[in-house]
Structures are given as structure tokens and as C-alpha cells.
């Protein structure tokens, strides 16, 4: 499995970013792909999750400005992110669960790092204000 993400750069306060992740290798067809992001000195936090169903869900703090999704025909996930603040300039990450149908439960509503096995590298992401 490999994931690598793309789309990060500088922007001024208030501009938009679109994020993209491939993601190759597929073990099962039951997933959950999300984003997380680390800023300096700070642990990693979930922005988003998407389940292979299509369903997603955002932890309350990440509601309004951030929306996830994916083509599923281009193996690509995609974070949309408007009116982007300071505060929002971390290194970016795609992570990705597989999980056997048979076992399949769906996604948590707040995706935790822990709960991810493949990783991209990352892109970082710095906002000016």
C-alpha cells in the first residue's frame, strides 16, 4: 500500500487549498481514508474521514472549512480547505484502514492515528497572514 500526498504550498489568510492523496495498493475493498495534520510542537490531529461507502465525518472543530472526499476511479482522496487561517499551517498527512468486509463496522466519527496502518510522507501546508 502506498500513499503520497500533493497539492500543499504556501497561501495567504483566507485563500483555499485542495490536497490530494493517491492511494495504490488496495488490501480490501472496505476502508477508511482520512487526513491528519501536526503542526510544530503539536501531537497530530484528524481532520477527516471517509469511508469506502462514501460516508464522512469531521471532529466539531474541523466542521465548515474542511471537506473531504475521493474518486474512488482514480484512487485519489482529496481534502478541500477554505478560508485558511495561520493556525492552520502544519505538515499535512493521508492515512489510510483496511478492514475485511466481514469485519467491516464503518469508519469512527474521529479518525485517531492510532487506528491508521499506512501513512503518507506528507505536505506541508503554511498559511500567511
Known amino acids: 500500500v502506498q500513499l503520497v500526498e500533493s497539492g500543499g504550498g504556501s497561501v495567504q489568510a483566507g485563500g483555499s487549498l485542495r490536497l490530494s492523496c493517491t492511494v495504490s495498493?488496495?488490501?480490501?475493498?472496505?476502508?477508511?481514508l482520512a487526513w491528519f495534520r501536526q503542526a510544530p510542537g503539536k501531537e497530530r490531529e484528524g481532520i477527516a474521514v471517509i469511508a469506502s461507502d462514501g460516508s464522512s465525518s469531521y471532529p466539531d472543530s474541523m466542521k465548515g472549512r474542511f471537506t473531504i472526499s475521493q474518486d474512488s476511479a482514480k484512487n485519489t482522496l482529496y481534502l478541500q480547505m477554505n478560508s485558511l487561517k495561520a493556525e492552520d499551517t502544519a505538515i499535512y498527512y493521508c492515512?489510510?484502514?483496511?478492514?475485511?468486509?466481514?469485519?467491516?463496522?464503518?469508519?469512527?466519527?474521529?479518525?485517531?492515528?492510532?487506528?491508521?496502518?499506512?501513512w503518507g510522507p506528507g505536505t506541508q501546508v503554511t498559511v500567511s497572514s
Open positions: 495498493g488496495h488490501i480490501y475493498n472496505t476502508y477508511c
Open positions: 492515512a489510510a484502514d483496511f478492514v475485511p468486509a466481514n469485519l467491516w463496522v464503518g469508519c469512527p466519527a474521529v479518525p485517531v492515528q492510532y487506528e491508521y496502518n499506512f
